[in-house]
């Protein structure tokens, strides 16, 4: 395959067939049956760009251009990474998980982040950073109530083709060992999984008992073989099918710049919150307000803010926090950007985010 921009989904303009009409209009009853239409929006904090497994093929690491431009050492730093747990607990979004590739650091860093990230967002978090061991299981779980797994697909013959490198198996264990602990795992729609196929998917769900989904719309990266996304009338069939299979399922659903328009169907297809909407870059910009404004158009009480910048002393936050000083001057260093930012939307409409 070779790219085509233009085939990239550009959500203006959504063409929802009958049987989706029907299948949304079934999700979105048994939603109000079991869930008070309090809604959130998910926020993924990123600790590195670097995977040692770096083959799956729709992933940016797999791309030649990520290879050159990002060596071993990408990692985030520890104020930038602080400073977006803080954004969570002040703007109430909720951490979806903290995640980066396989192989990013030693644990021991690992765990320093981790144990701030908790500490900054006052409540334990959810990890995504592959198969744990059970050691560091029990290390991490003063700060952990839930562990994510992105399995991507778990149609057997696909998984193997998309993630050589990343079997189901190790995860499969994983989860069926894992105790006290939230499971959740996170799918991508669009890499080549029929309808049918997601009886794969719902076996796993029903097999590890999992409290929550994250479901992601193929976002194609230039220089993979992915050229095109899921259309929405896919992406909300896979979300109304799974919400008519799990009553009481979390399931949270991923959105980007050029996807929000879809947000609303989002909603009616029974997700409990939205993910992967660029937040921090388009705070307070038309789309911050758009996706909004249609996740209220459907009657759900949006309990986070994408565009309402409260007046507090930023400083005086940090210094308030449970951590090291040197933690408290590492957010504060990385503050300004964020606030200008924040303070000053710009209206772009071509997402630059990658992952
Ligand atoms: S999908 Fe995950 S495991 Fe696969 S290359 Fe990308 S970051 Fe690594």
């Known amino acids: 395959m070779s790219y085509n921009p233009n085939k990239f989904i550009h959500v203006n303009d959504i063409t929802i067939q009958e049987e989706t009409k029907e299948l949304l209009t079934q999700a979105e009853s048994i939603y109000w049956q079991n869930f008070n239409g309090k809604t959130w929006y998910g926020r993924c ?28 050492h990408s990692k985030r730093s520890i104020g930038s990474i602080l400073l977006e747990a803080l954004f969570c ?4 979004w909720r951490i979806e998980f903290l995640t980066g590739g396989y192989g990013i650091m030693p644990f021991p860093q690992l765990f320093e982040i981790i144990k701030n990230v908790s500490l900054v967002y006052g409540e334990k978090i959810w990890l995504n950073l592959g198969v744990i061991s059970n050691d560091h299981v029990e290390e991490i779980r003063p700060y952990v109530k839930g562990i994510c797994s992105s399995m991507e697909t778990l149609t057997p013959e ?27 795992i996170a ?28 479901v992601y719309a193929l976002k194609p990266v230039l220089g993979t073989e992915y050229t095109e996304g899921p259309s929405p009338d ?43 909407f660029p937040a921090t870059k388009q705070f307070a910009t038309k789309k911050a307000k758009l996706v909004e404004k249609l996740i209220q158009k459907e009657k759900r009480d949006f309990i986070s803010t994408l565009s309402v910048l409260p007046e507090i002393d930023w400083n005086n936050k940090i210094d308030e926090l449970p951590i090291e000083q040197q933690y408290k001057d590492a957010m504060k260093d990385k503050l300004a950007p964020y606030l200008e930012k924040f303070q000053n939307p710009v209206d772009i409409d071509t997402d630059t985010t990658v992952f």
């Not at 607990?89 to 109430?92: A, E, G, L, Q």
């Not at 050589?164 to 198996?169: G, H, R, S, T, V």
Request: positive net charge.
């Open 45 to 72: 904090i990123f600790i590195s760009w670097y995977c040692s497994v770096g083959d799956c093929k729709f992933c940016f690491r797999s791309t030649q251009k990520h290879k050159i431009q990002h060596p071993e």
């Open 158 to 184: 696909l998984h193997k083709y998309v993630c050589p490198n990343k079997p189901i198996e190790p995860y499969d264990t994983m989860f069926s060992h894992l105790e006290g602990f939230q499971k959740s």
């Open 234 to 276: 896919e992406f909300v069939q896979w979300l109304a099918r799974l919400r008519i299979q799990f009553p009481k399922l979390e399931i949270i659903a991923g959105t980007n710049l050029r996807r929000s328009e879809e947000c609303g169907y989002l909603m009616k297809a029974g997700a409990n919150a939205m993910t992967k």
């Open 187 to 214: 799918i991508i729609v669009g890499l080549g999984d029929t309808v049918e196929d997601m009886k794969y998917l719902f076996d796993f769900i029903t097999k590890h008992n999992l409290d929550r989904i994250t």
């Open 89 to 92: 607990k002040v703007f109430n």
